[in-house]
């Protein structure tokens, strides 16, 4: 929707009525995109099913904070196979998992890092151990 100052202010309710029909709209083209994953993964012999959908609305901060106390109190550990696994990338030897994970800052909006492995570490102590708001 390209709505102008202008007509925003002549129409809010159109406006607001245009908005619910895209969230509607996101919301079944993520729910279609679940589906699919799902029965991929079924169809490799994968258990799989759709995780809540509290922890994919959080922001990173906010998701990370979450699971946090589970780290801190020790509750989530890396395997050895994990922790001591590093790859060369761009010329340089490194811990992916550990470099994401333990490097990641609350709040550091201006940095410039990959955080894909920090995510998946993340949502599966959502997935598996839930978090401060029980999801």
Known sequence: MSATPDSTLANPEQLIADLQRQLAER????????????????????PARAIDSKPTAMGKDE????????????????????????????????????????????????????DDLLETFCYGIAVALGNSEGF
Do not use: P, W
């Not at 919301?27 to 994968?46: D, G």
């Not at 946090?68 to 395997?79: A, D, P, Q």
């Open 27 to 46: 919301e079944a083209e993520l729910a279609e995109a679940r589906e699919q994953q799902t029965q991929q993964a079924l169809r490799r012999y994968m």
């Open 63 to 114: 998701r990370a904070i979450s699971v946090s106390g589970y780290v801190h109190r020790e509750l989530v550990k890396y395997t050895d196979r994990a922790f001591e696994k590093t790859v060369i990338y761009k010329r340089r030897s490194r811990n992916h998992l550990l470099d994401q994970v333990e490097s990641f800052r609350v709040g550091d909006r201006g940095s410039d890092r990959e």
